[in-house]
């Protein structure tokens, strides 16, 4: 008995003992694959943290011109994802020697990175400008070339002769027939036009009506001397009078048949041209005359739209109201939708609430279902006491649901809380595998960390020009992990991905946004907003006009608000710093905020628009109508658009920095306008 005891307490044991084994024996198997695993990501980290050491030091040497430096720590890159740029940037340095073989195999070697397009741009101005034609014909390509390189191009072709010659001409020709102004650098080549004369009366002709219908007036009177047809150059005389003189389209007999037979498109389009003229000075005049014209005229669709919407705003303006309204009413099925649109806003700008909602009623259903027009149709029946009030209210509730300037507003009319209507874009870890493996997303990575963000932005965009919808997706993910929020934004856009308002509304420089926030007394939200609509935050956004950085200042504004408060910033490059941008984008929006008592509603116009347009546009509402009529009644419909999105994009900020805000706050509800 004593020994089978035994037996069986130390099979007991045994047990015990290989059951506690099998954790460990687990451990050792798969522990070793993690290590290497986590070593290996170590390894990469550190790999491509000293690379980025090496660029930098490599960049730096070559921006001195230390030539031994550069080529050691050129060599030590390996395969560095943006070692290419550097040789590119080496190349445009010694361009002016024409390394002719290093350029040419440059440009077959790297010629999807964005850089090759610098260096051929900048390899055929050289060639271009010493003359070197048979070097500019062999690397020539067309699809980002200047008008000035396109017209070298030509001059070189017909240089060569034989069938390049005829195809130079023709090409040389199209060029000619711009409707604009031509760079000197052309002149050569339409030298060799004239010279020869190439250019036919028919060709001079076609520029000719391309100009003058652009009231290029000086340019019209050089082309003109090609013209050789006698009933051309009389037919060329009565254009430019049209054109000029406002008058001449009274008489409806100024051009002859013969004249409207051969010119049907040029005649048609002058006379437009000049009865939009007219209406804005004699709307009645205009309709009289249009009248006239339309018996023995054939004008096209667009142009009815445009004849009939300058009269009946004519009309209008002129204090001719009821024959404005009764004309409006006449052709309202072949208007264009914005004049009636227009014509509601009138009748808001004097409270006029019944002929609001009058007009409204005769929209045509796909314009009466515009979110604008169903919020209205309810507002209007609260604002004339309609009985039927009541039963609008589900247009409320149905708005509600939507992320927008017109459901915020129906939500908080309802006391709801703002819908976001958030969608999850996570992409699966494979999609984001596949595209940060792209040559073109890696080599965008390592310029942004270097801050060579134009680079970046146009690596970026060569490389994701044939994205799909998933594809972008993903990418706006890869560019939120960099914190490239403006990439973020842009992608979204281009996926068409509206409902994950993490990635398109992300709290991007949110540190600095708070100091300023809180120096100068301002919501968060609202800062962040007003940035979001003015540049996606993109901290290097520079628009058409001029203006600047995040909040998109005008040197000159932005001059006068740092010599105010005695800031100093470097006029050139200063105002993409995005701490100088917010620090003085922030003091002008409180400026205005001061200067309109805090109604976030004109500040936000003013910022936009200007103060001095907004102080004209209260005088016209003189006081007496409700916010939301009053931003209807915004002429621009720019900074109507531009309001609306910054107060719905700060109440879709006040969420995500869990601020209680409505959309509109309790004294601008009640303020009139």
């Not at 522990?31 to 000293?50: G, Q, T, Y």
């Not at 004309?327 to 019944?354: A, H, M, N, P």
């Not at 709801?416 to 595209?435: A, C, I, Q, R």
Request: proline share 3%.
């Amino acid at each position: 008995m004593p020994m089978i005891k035994l037996v069986n307490i130390f099979n007991r044991k045994s047990c015990l003992f290989y059951i506690l084994l099998i954790p460990l024996f687990i451990l050792l198997v798969f522990l070793p694959r993690k290590i290497v695993w986590a070593e290996s990501i170590d390894k990469k980290e550190n790999l491509i943290h000293e690379q980025r050491k090496i660029f930098k030091e490599a960049h730096d040497a070559l921006q001195r011109k230390d030539k031994k430096t550069y080529q050691k720590k050129y060599k030590q890159l390996d395969n560095y994802p943006i070692k290419h740029h550097l040789l590119g940037l080496e190349l445009l340095q010694r361009i002016r020697s024409f390394p002719r073989d290093d350029i040419r195999n440059y440009l077959d070697k790297y010629s999807d990175t964005a850089i090759s397009a610098d260096v051929r741009y900048y390899w055929l101005e050289t060639l271009r400008k010493n003359n070197k034609w048979q070097d500019y014909l062999i690397d020539y390509k067309d699809d980002r070339a200047t008008t000035k390189q396109k017209c070298f191009y030509q001059q070189s072709k017909i240089k060569k002769g034989g069938e390049d010659e005829k195809s130079g001409v023709q090409n040389a020709l199209k060029l000619w027939t711009s409707g604009s102004s031509q760079p000197k650098a052309c002149d050569k080549l339409f030298a060799i036009l004239i010279k020869n004369n190439l250019i036919s009366g028919k060709i001079a002709w076609e520029r000719f009506t391309k100009v003058i219908s652009l009231r290029k007036y000086q340019l019209a009177k050089y082309v003109l001397r090609f013209i050789d047809d006698d009933d051309d150059k009389k037919l060329a005389a009565k254009l430019f009078e049209i054109y000029k003189n406002k008058n001449i389209v009274l008489n409806s007999n100024f051009f002859t048949e013969k004249e409207l037979d051969r010119n049907p498109i040029e005649i048609h389009d002058a006379i437009t041209y000049g009865l939009l003229r007219l209406a804005k000075k004699n709307s009645q005049s205009a309709l009289s005359t249009y009248q006239t014209y339309q018996k023995k005229y054939s004008f096209s669709t667009l142009q009815k739209n445009r004849i009939n919407s300058s009269i009946i705003k004519g009309l209008y303006e002129q204090d001719k109201k009821e024959n404005s309204d009764r004309y409006l009413t006449k052709y309202i099925d072949s208007t264009s939708s914005k004049i009636i649109e227009w014509r509601v806003r009138q009748s808001f700008k004097i409270g006029d609430w019944q002929d609001a909602k009058m007009w409204i009623k005769k929209m045509p259903p796909n314009l009466k279902n515009k979110q604008v027009w169903r919020y209205w149709s309810q507002r209007l029946a609260e604002l004339t006491d309609d009985n039927l009030s009541k039963n609008y209210q589900n247009i409320y509730k149905d708005l509600s649901k939507e992320r927008s300037f017109y459901g915020f507003l129906s939500a908080q009319k309802l006391g709801l809380g703002n819908n976001m209507n958030f969608e999850d874009s996570t992409p699966s870890k494979d999609d984001l595998s596949k595209l940060e493996a792209l040559a073109g997303i890696k080599s965008t990575r390592e310029l942004l960390y270097h801050k060579l963000n134009l680079s970046a932005r146009r690596e970026w965009n060569k490389t994701t020009r044939n994205f799909s919808k998933k594809q972008w997706v993903s990418a706006a993910h890869i560019s939120n992990k960099w914190l490239w929020y403006n990439g973020t934004i842009t992608s979204m856009i281009k996926a068409g991905y509206w409902n994950d308002t993490n990635l398109r509304f992300p709290l991007a420089f949110k540190k600095i946004f708070s100091k300023y926030s809180k120096k100068n007394q301002i919501p968060l939200n609202l800062l962040m907003a007003l940035a979001r609509q003015e540049s996606s935050f993109h901290d290097e956004a520079t628009s058409p006009a001029g203006a600047k950085g995040l909040m998109q200042l005008m040197p000159a504004t932005a001059q006068e608000v740092a010599g105010r408060n005695n800031i100093s910033f470097e006029p050139v490059r200063g105002l993409y710093n995005p701490e100088i941008n917010i620090s003085l984008g922030s003091l002008y929006l409180k400026r205005m905020l001061e200067r309109f008592d805090d109604n976030r509603i004109l500040a936000i116009a003013a910022y936009n628009a200007g103060p001095t347009r907004v102080d004209r546009w209260r005088k016209k509402t003189v006081g007496k109508i409700p916010f939301d009529a009053w931003i209807e009644t915004i002429p621009f419909n720019e900074t109507r658009n531009y309001v609306q999105n910054v107060l719905a994009f700060s109440a879709i900020y006040a969420k995500k920095l869990n601020a209680k805000e409505h959309i509109i706050n309790d004294q601008e509800m009640i303020t009139r306008l």
